[in-house]
């Protein structure tokens, strides 16, 4: 079965520049997604399409994909950007979600 | 405004199936699919599986193929998500969410449902 292998966790300080890498095989050749998913919150989606950032969502998010990567970045990364962020995509009509990267701001 | 309204919490044993509800407002609920994701404690997201509104063809992730059914109820706008023969590993938070679909094989989740606890202990 296709499977997304995301980094277990990310550091960035704030202010500074976060990168996510979701990886999967021809995976430039699917659209992938991104939802942020806090403690006790419902996931929200922050990168659909892999470049299209919902009205709601900050430009410092920001999404590509290319090859076998699909990578999120959040550019000025604030305190409220610490969460776990998953990339998500599809593969033979079945839903796939990478592991989860959990972002720490410190 | 797009909600999804999940129903309550769930203890069940070992071996009982539970039923989850998820009921929608402020959109045409035929033109978006419903998928359902669970999250078991410490784990990530899992997909667990689909239905269309609009026709109810379904699919599912294949290890819970045999498992678990969706099914809608278009009059109620209600989606809902039986899984049978419950294990301990079962335990989960299960949410549902709109699905925007692109193609067959593409679309994203742009509303959740608030999360439904199911907790399976003997």
């Known amino acids: 079965s296709y499977g997304l292998t995301q980094p277990p966790s990310v550091s960035v300080s704030p202010g500074q520049t976060a990168s996510i890498s979701c990886s999967g095989d021809?995976?430039?050749?699917?659209?992938a997604c991104w939802y942020q998913h806090k403690p006790g919150q419902s996931p929200v989606l922050v990168i659909f399409?892999?470049?299209k950032r919902p009205s709601a969502i900050p430009e410092r998010f920001s999404g590509s994909n290319s090859g076998n990567t699909a990578t999120l970045t959040i550019s000025g990364t604030q305190a409220m950007d610490e969460a776990d962020y998953y990339c998500q995509a599809w593969d033979s009509n079945m839903g796939v979600f990478g592991g989860g990267t959990k972002l720490t701001v410190l | 405004q797009v909600q999804l309204v999940q129903s309550g919490a769930e203890v069940k044993k070992p071996g009982a199936s539970v039923k989850v509800s998820c009921k929608a407002s402020g959109y045409t609920f035929t033109v978006f699919g419903i998928s359902w994701v669970r999250q078991a404690p410490g784990q990530g997201l899992e997909w667990m599986g689909w239905i269309s509104t609009y026709n109810g063809n379904t699919n599912s992730a294949q290890r819970l193929q045999g498992r678990v059914t969706m099914t809608t109820d278009t009059s109620t706008k209600t989606a809902y998500m039986e899984l049978r023969s419950l294990r301990s590993d079962d335990t989960a938070v299960y949410y549902c969410?709109?699905?925007?679909?692109?193609?067959?094989?593409?679309?994203?989740?742009?509303?959740w449902g608030q999360g439904t606890l199911v907790t399976v202990s003997s």
């Open positions: 969410a709109r699905r925007v679909v692109i193609s067959s094989n593409s679309g994203y989740f742009d509303y």
């Open positions: 399409q892999d470049t």
């Open positions: 021809e995976l430039g050749d699917k659209y």
